[in-house]
């Protein structure tokens, strides 16, 4: 009997950790959350001149139950650091992960960032993700220092 007890105070340790613990995301606040959450990759493309660098944020995670993607091109200049690149205020594109149609066998990933010159940048996004449901990207004119347009493609 006094066995029984004790499993019984264990199970009912254990199940008021595991409450605790699924708790506490919700009582973070929320500026100190990633923006996204989950693991993040930056890569850089630097502008032709090196002055300025466009940098692709994607942030992925959710596992197996509820995976996501979310990608962000950023523009900053040549001394930015990846912190910089995931600052809302440099994000000129936010959108989805998504592929292009496959062409010559390769599904290539969306977005593809293009410098045109040391001042215009194209991005180019697949289309394939609003087959069945629609996406909902952002998308600025301009960079945040003013001086980089940038131009659009969408297309399978």
């Excluded at 007890?5 to 199940?15: D, H, P, S, T, Y």
């Excluded at 850089?44 to 692709?56: E, G, Q, Y």
């Excluded at 045109?116 to 998308?139: D, E, G, P």
Aim: hydrophobic share 45%; net charge positive; glycine share 8%.
């Amino acid at each position: 009997m006094r066995l029984v007890r004790i499993i019984g105070k264990i199970l009912v340790i254990a199940f008021a950790l595991v409450g605790a613990v699924s708790l506490v995301p919700y009582l973070v606040p929320k500026e100190a959350k990633a923006p996204f959450g989950g693991d993040v990759h930056v890569r850089f493309i630097p502008s032709p001149d090196a002055s300025m660098k466009a940098a692709l944020v994607s942030y992925f995670g959710g596992g197996a139950i509820s995976p996501y993607c979310w990608t962000v091109v950023s523009i900053i200049p040549d001394t930015g650091s990846e912190t910089d690149a995931q600052d809302k205020k440099f994000a000129v594109f936010t959108g989805g992960c998504d592929g292009f149609a496959v062409r010559n066998g390769a599904i290539l990933n969306s977005p593809i960032i293009e410098w045109l010159s040391n001042t215009a940048l194209k991005i180019t996004s697949s289309i394939n993700a609003t087959m069945l449901t629609s996406a909902t990207v952002t998308m600025k004119k301009r960079d945040a220092s003013g001086r980089v347009t940038i131009q659009y493609e969408a297309h399978e």
